[in-house]
């Protein structure tokens, strides 16, 4: 019989029963060492070049047009073809389905010029200057002060003033204020710069909406004229509109008046537009009581038949 000097005592050697644990057969260590994810391959870049002439048409057309013009166009010359070219463009305005958007590209079609190798496609700069149903009046309002404007100042000039009665639709509530003696105001509008290519004026499927509102102070009258002309490419005049109307009286709770005009069968040869006006006021005062005129404007819209 073994002494009981000879047996292990409880516990004892439990240090060392448990260092050789995860090598038995009755249990495991779980490791908690974290192994780095190895990086994923790097994928090669989409070669737009390598896509089918159909689909990069397609892509590029999504473009913006100011991106397309300056940077598209110099990446290579076949990019640089499909700029140039007709197709890209006429895809562009394709998606807009509005009765306006269809009756422009059945009018773009008509009036385009043929192909030439090397003379961009005029639907570039025409796509990104957008000049059809927008304001060609730079500085209508006065936000800018005179200038734009070619002045000849009358009695104490030309002011720039905060309208003293809303001007609904005017992208500034200020205007221009004339004085005691006529002051006269003009801006030539180029509408090649602004896009418009003389196959489409000439087609006979746009107008030209020219418009001004024009007021008084409460206290003193004023006489305001209107005259527009439309010009061929040597300062000619085609075609005019002037209006005249009846001058403001005093007391007139600072009334406006709007003068507008549809040049509807525009001939051939049209390539600026000269928009000038005038006033002064009724009562010969020193300082700026003449008529107060703004949000003036010259807008090339699509004609619809």
Not at 109 to 133: D, K, N, S, T, Y
Not at 135 to 146: A, D, F, K, Y
Not at 205 to 217: F, L, P, R, Y
Not at 224 to 247: C, G, M, Q
């Amino acid at each position: 019989m073994a002494s009981k000097s000879s047996r292990p005592r409880k516990g004892a050697g439990r240090g060392a029963d448990s260092s050789k644990r995860g090598t038995g057969t009755t249990g495991t260590w779980t490791s908690r060492t974290r192994h780095p994810t190895p990086e994923p391959e790097p994928q090669e870049a989409l070669e737009l070049s390598g896509l089918p002439p159909e689909l990069l048409l397609l892509v590029l057309s999504y473009v913006p047009p100011r991106t397309l013009l300056k940077r598209c166009r110099r990446v290579c010359r076949a990019w640089r073809a499909m700029v140039d070219g007709q197709a890209l463009w006429l895809l562009l305005l394709a998606r807009d389905r509005s009765a306006t958007g269809r009756a422009l590209v059945t009018l773009t079609r008509r009036c385009l010029p043929r192909a030439h190798e090397e003379v961009p496609c005029p639907l570039g700069r025409f796509c990104a200057r957008q000049p059809l149903g927008r304001n060609l009046i730079r500085n209508p309002c006065g936000q800018e002060g005179l200038q734009k404007w070619v002045v000849k100042h009358g009695g104490d000039g030309w002011a720039v003033e905060n309208n003293r009665r809303p001007v609904p639709g005017a992208p500034a509530q200020t205007c221009f204020v004339t004085s005691f003696r006529w002051c006269r105001k003009k801006q030539v509008v180029d509408l090649q710069e602004n896009g418009l290519w003389p196959g489409l004026l000439d087609s006979g499927g746009v107008e030209i909406v020219v418009s001004d509102w024009w007021g008084a102070c409460h206290d003193c009258g004023c006489k305001y004229r209107l005259l527009v002309k439309l010009l061929d490419a040597h300062h000619n005049v085609i075609d005019k509109f002037s209006a005249t109307p009846e001058p403001i009286e005093r007391w007139n709770n600072d009334t406006y008046h709007q003068v507008t005009h549809v040049f509807s069968n525009i001939r051939r040869g049209v390539r600026f537009v000269s928009f000038e006006h005038r006033g002064q006021d009724t009562q010969f005062w020193a300082g700026h009581y003449g008529a107060r005129v703004t949000n003036s404007s010259v807008i090339v819209r699509v004609r619809q038949s």
